[in-house]
């Protein structure tokens, strides 16, 4: 029903759009596919803003709901008959999702006997709550949405160069009011030697997040810590809009550059197939190493993609079952990085050789996924997506090879109680 709703509008050149509000990471990539979406289609906007949430996923606070002060700033935008058909919808909506809290969806089940899914049932528009939704589009058209940039602040006066780093590492403190992904997780002090570097070099270093991030010890007239702030989701969006370039882990956070236009630098990855959100080799990014428990070393980047587990990031299943170790990226190679994306100069870019041998890997992987004839939502994204990885990380990683070895030898000689428990 909902795509019949979405494909109507469509056809009048409106994209229907009810934000996943309820979830940070959701709200991000959903108001990204709709603003590529809008873009590349020239489409108006309809907005469905959903005040309310169907789920019950957090422990200890009731409700949370992103994104009000950024969507009602891009209503003002609208022109007055999208004004409308927002408000319309959005009061309509909202009514949708309290009447459904109240076991309307058991109701619909009872009668049509079908099983209506209370947490997809009553958002009406486009909002990645379902993997149906890519049916809306066909694949070149989801490819050509993909290399779609866009830029939510449309303001020029943000393309002038500010000389700030907005950093965010995301660790695992947020667990107590959700379960997150533990496989994006990282240590904001191993970027303590990639700061101390970036301030010599004249920049201004940001740390944003939210206020259950670790405490960081860290001292500096050219670095401020705005995750303690009570408007601490306000300052993260004015700060990377504001910023020369994004650092940090991937994760939910990694998308919100994206949106602004911005370049990134993604450590601890671990998302192989959309390689860390990005559409652009301007973006740099390096991979978590994977101990494998049972070979008992660590995967090259090929032995990875041709495991469908790891490829497709069912990472969580796997950490639960020890069967694998997440190792996060060293001070070095983070700083390593940083110099890399620093020294990167677009009119003059070229592909290294060891970048031609990764890409000729990830397009050797994704043919065989599609052989395999594996359905996956992100799967057409994989050739489209681009990313720059510095070569002195795929000397290591790429292909197994003997200082790989070394490295496993080492890792399972200093952490013989973590490997064996």
């Not at 969507?71 to 009061?91: D, H, V």
């Not at 001292?219 to 910023?243: A, E, G, P, V």
Request: with cysteine.
């Amino acid at each position: 029903m909902n795509n019949l709703l979405i494909r109507y509008f469509l056809k009048k050149g409106y994209l229907l759009f009810c934000p996943k509000s309820h979830n940070f990471g959701g709200f991000h990539e959903s108001l990204l596919w709709a603003l590529k979406i809008k873009k590349n289609k020239q489409l108006k906007l309809i907005i469905n803003f959903p005040f309310f949430s169907a789920y019950n996923h957090y422990r200890k606070i009731s409700t949370k709901n992103f994104g009000k002060k950024i969507i009602f700033n891009y209503y003002k935008e609208l022109s007055f008959k999208e004004k409308i058909l927002s408000i319309i919808f959005t009061i309509f909506g909202n009514f949708f999702i309290l009447i459904s809290k109240f076991k309307i969806a058991e109701l619909i089940n009872l009668f049509l006997k079908k099983k209506v899914n209370k947490h997809h049932f009553p958002f009406l528009g486009f909002g990645l709550r379902d993997f149906q939704e890519k049916e809306l589009f066909s694949e070149n058209e989801i490819k050509n949405f993909w290399n779609t940039e866009i830029d939510l602040s449309n303001n020029n006066k943000n393309k002038i160069e500010n000389r700030i780093v907005s950093l965010c590492v995301k660790d695992d403190n947020y667990s107590k009011y959700k379960d997150i992904s533990k496989f994006a997780l990282g240590n904001v002090n191993n970027f303590k030697t990639s700061i101390n570097y970036l301030i010599e070099k004249g920049y201004n270093i940001h740390r944003v997040g939210d206020n259950t991030m670790n405490n960081f010890e860290y001292s500096h007239d050219n670095f401020y810590d705005l995750t303690k702030q009570k408007n601490h989701f306000s300052q993260m969006h004015d700060s990377i809009k504001t910023s020369d370039f994004y650092l940090g882990t991937s994760s939910s956070h990694g998308v919100i550059p994206n949106l602004y236009n911005k370049r990134k630098l993604v450590t601890n990855n671990i998302d192989f197939i959309q390689s860390g959100v990005s559409e652009s080799y301007k973006n740099f990014g390096i991979f978590k190493k994977i101990f494998d428990v049972n070979k008992n070393k660590i995967l090259s980047l090929e032995e990875v993609f041709f495991n469908e587990n790891l490829f497709f990031i069912n990472v969580d299943t796997l950490l639960k079952k020890k069967e694998i170790i997440l190792i996060e990226n060293s001070p070095n190679e983070i700083l390593y990085s940083v110099k890399s994306f620093l020294n990167y100069h677009e009119k003059n870019f070229k592909i290294s050789n060891q970048m031609s041998r990764y890409e000729d890997l990830r397009n050797q992987a994704i043919k065989y996924y599609k052989k395999k004839n594996i359905k996956n939502f992100y799967l057409s994204l994989y050739e489209s997506s681009k990313i720059s990885i510095p070569d002195n990380y795929l000397d290591l990683y790429l292909f197994d090879n003997k200082n790989l070895n070394d490295l496993s030898t080492e890792f399972v000689s200093l952490n013989k109680k973590m490997i064996s428990s």
